[in-house]
């Protein structure tokens, strides 16, 4: 499989990020390289082989439904380029 | 005064402990060190001299009391991947541009709760993505190593360049790094050093900055196997707050290193003797196995079918972790913002200004392969490959063999700015051949320095062991090491 130019547009949508009109090429050409690369492992024969979700034989804890920590907003909010009333601010989502 | 920071992390100790110096004197060599390295080779993004000395004064108010944990009084760099309260945490990224985290990693709490002193954040790949610690946004680190009778600048590997780099140029006493495909082990074989990734659960990923959650460890970088064993057991331990920490008791991993490999079996995987390898590999390489039967181990050769796999499947593995990781910089929370005309713009533009090169492809290749239609013609069966090369160190574990050696890269450290390398990503992908498999299974790797290449470059062996089994890989490391008995420091020209 590769990816046309569209399709480069589309990822970078998804992914958020700006793919300026001069870079779809760049993207274009690496993007290939890498799916070219991995397309590899259509030879192997996967049949009957469960896909891994643990790399080592554990279930997952599950702490208790409980409040632990908490109640220093001030410091959530303390990197944030910008904040209000400990409040994340962003520009204006719902007109 | 012989200089301080010659000493390994264990004479350090020693010598604190003998009280033949202070913390404090050795913490102001280590600071003169740097001072004087740095503008050379870029190992440090972000230093801390001050925080240094106040800990380094703790640690001999304790040690005047024969007091203080296993690491008291020794300074350490740390790789700014680890969330450090109030102390630079970037991952060498301009997204997280002015991050000063307002807590601690665990593996960092522990060092400290062992009496470590931190020195500063240590250069590396952005967000451990890359294999020569180009991709920083602070610029590369230079390796301290030249090939002999030449004056270009060499990259120390990736993605922890600044921890083997200032390591191997003595400007701290160990490090800490991390390893998704080998960016521990390939960085310590470039500049003969010492560097092991545990098992997958060994040391808590709390604090530490994601690039792919399920491959992600961390791990020591140092200048000796016992070094590296020292701060091993510091850095490792269960910890409630990393879902996949393992509740298992962490062993003195120095006490193993001398334990010899009387007895071992030592499995040799043919799918790693590699088209076009290198000759002086392929030497090294039997070299290492003729160390290890002279001290009583035997050896096996063994196959593991899925090798050649790991690699691809590896580039389906990580960027798809990677992209869901790095969605949460988004100029809200923390870091970079670049204001647009509405929201998305803003997230868009902040990415798009935020990440660089490398990064961006691989969340866009992550994207990718999640997307709609794709994941299960990609992700699904990344992860059924995934299973498959587990499968293979199973079987060979399972028919006797102990631990297994292989060569830890393709090749010595290359230049920086190598064109080949910059114009086609899969061809810098190939520099983890030798070590993604590792991670692929979660199992333990330690890269050991054993040889040198025809330019006096350092060459480094790999062995690969049974879940939980880092003391073995100690013991058979100390043993090449041992053997080895180069010296494999640079010569100073910074």
């Given amino acids: 499989m590769s990816v046309d130019a569209a399709t480069v547009k589309r990822i970078g949508r998804l992914a958020r990020i700006r793919i300026e009109e001069e870079e779809v090429a760049a993207y274009q050409t690496e993007l290939n390289a890498i799916l070219g690369f991995v397309e590899q492992l259509g030879e192997v024969d996967v049949e009957g082989v469960e896909a891994m979700t643990s790399v080592t034989p554990m279930t997952l804890r599950r702490r208790d439904d409980v409040v632990s920590d908490g109640n220093y907003a001030e410091k959530i909010v303390g990197n944030a380029p910008l904040t209000e009333d400990n409040f994340f601010m962003v520009p204006k989502v719902v007109e | ?494």
Avoid at chain 2, 53 to 61: G, L, P, Q, Y
Avoid at chain 2, 253 to 278: C, N, Q, S
Avoid at chain 2, 367 to 386: C, E, H, I, M
Wanted: net charge negative.
């Fill in chain 2, 1 to 494: 005064m012989t200089d301080l920071t010659r000493l390994s992390l264990a004479d350090a100790r020693k010598g604190l402990k003998d009280k033949s110096f202070t913390a404090l004197e050795l913490t102001d060599a280590y600071i003169g060190a740097i001072e004087a390295a740095n503008p050379s080779l870029n190992a440090y993004v972000a230093t801390t001299p001050e925080q240094a000395r106040d800990m380094a004064k703790a640690s001999d108010a304790k040690l005047s009391q024969r007091q203080g944990g296993a690491l008291e009084g020794i300074p350490l760099g740390i790789k700014d991947l680890f969330a450090t309260k109030g102390v630079h945490t970037q991952a060498a990224s301009h997204i997280l541009d002015g991050f000063k985290p307002e807590y601690e990693s665990t593996v960092t709490a522990n060092l400290w709760r062992d009496g470590a002193v931190m020195l500063g954040k240590l250069n590396m790949d952005e967000f451990a993505m890359g294999s020569s610690n180009e991709t920083s946004y602070y610029g590369p680190v230079v390796s301290p190593f030249r090939a002999e009778g030449s004056n270009a600048n060499l990259v120390p590997g990736g993605s922890s360049g600044g921890s083997a780099a200032a390591v191997a140029a003595w400007l701290c006493a160990g490090a800490t790094a991390t390893d998704t495909g080998g960016s521990i082990r390939q960085p310590a074989a470039f500049t003969g050093t010492v560097g092991i990734k545990p098992t997958y659960g060994r040391c808590s990923r709390w604090g530490t900055v994601a690039f792919a959650s399920s491959l992600d460890q961390a791990g020591p970088i140092a200048r000796t196997v016992e070094d590296a064993a020292i701060l091993m057991t510091s850095m490792s331990g269960f910890d409630a707050k990393d879902s996949t920490s393992v509740d298992i008791p962490v062993p003195d991993f120095a006490a193993a290193v001398e334990r010899g490999v009387k007895g071992l079996t030592i499995g040799v995987p043919k799918e790693y003797r590699m088209d076009g390898m290198p000759a002086e590999i392929e030497k090294l390489w039997a070299e290492g196995l003729e160390w290890l039967k002279a001290e009583g181990a035997s050896v096996k050769d063994i196959s593991l079918p899925h090798t050649k796999y790991a690699l691809p499947a590896y580039y389906i593995v990580a960027p798809a972790e990677a992209s869901s990781n790095l969605a949460r910089y988004d100029g809200v929370k923390y870091g970079l913002r670049v204001s647009g005309k509405d929201i998305t713009d803003m997230y868009e533009l902040t990415r798009a200004e935020g990440f660089g090169r490398e990064v961006k492809r691989r969340i866009m290749i992550g994207t990718y392969v999640l997307s709609a239609g794709y994941f299960d013609a990609y992700y699904v069966k990344a992860q059924k490959v995934r299973t498959l090369i587990k499968k293979d160190f199973e079987d060979a574990f399972n028919a006797g063999v102990d631990a297994i050696l292989t060569p830890a890269t393709p090749s010595a450290a290359f230049g920086i700015g190598d064109e080949a390398l910059a114009s086609d990503p899969v061809a810098m992908y190939l520099n983890d051949i030798f070590t993604v498999t590792v991670n692929m299974a979660g199992l333990p790797g330690i890269a050991v320095p054993a040889g040198k290449d025809g330019q006096g470059l350092p060459l480094g062996l790999q062995l690969i062991g049974k879940p939980f089994d880092e003391e073995t890989l100690f013991a058979a490391a100390r043993v090449i090491e041992k053997s080895a008995g180069g010296d494999f420091a640079p010569k100073q020209w910074w």
